[in-house]
Nanobody, 114 residues
Framework: QVQLVESGGGFVQAGGSLRLSCAAS????????MGWYRQIPGKQRELVAA???????YYADSVKGRFTISRDNAKNTVYLQMNILKPEDTAMYYC????????WGQGTQVTVSS
């Protein structure tokens, strides 16, 4: 069974940057569009960015111009570069396929202070 392991979260001040990584346990990135999702307690998980095997990219309006998604198929890893972070970006971040058909990982917490 494929496992997804997210890392790179942390505590930053507003305006700062973080780079999230998502490592897959198997060579799946060539076959799936991948996305980064985030969830705040009590709210639904939302898609913030996605990239398909052809490199076509989607960003939620709330992160356009600040976040960049990329993938390295050889390393089975998807990245999310997050710049100009805002307190409203505070959430648990997960990666998954798009649509989210793979088992969820443990996520990585991002906390942005004002």
């Amino acid at each position: 069974q494929v496992q997804l392991v997210e890392s790179g979260g942390g505590f930053v001040q507003a305006g700062g940057s973080l780079r999230l990584s998502c490592a897959a346990s198997a060579n799946i990135l060539s076959f799936y569009a991948m996305g980064w999702y985030r969830q705040i307690p009590g709210k639904q998980r939302e898609l913030v960015a996605a990239i398909n095997s052809g490199g076509i990219i989607y960003y939620a309006d709330s992160v356009k111009g600040r976040f960049t998604i990329s993938r390295d198929n050889a390393k089975n890893t998807v990245y999310l570069q997050m710049n100009i972070l805002k307190p409203e970006d505070t959430a648990m971040y997960y990666c998954n396929a798009r649509p989210a058909t793979l088992p969820w990982g443990q996520g990585t917490q991002v906390t942005v202070s004002s």
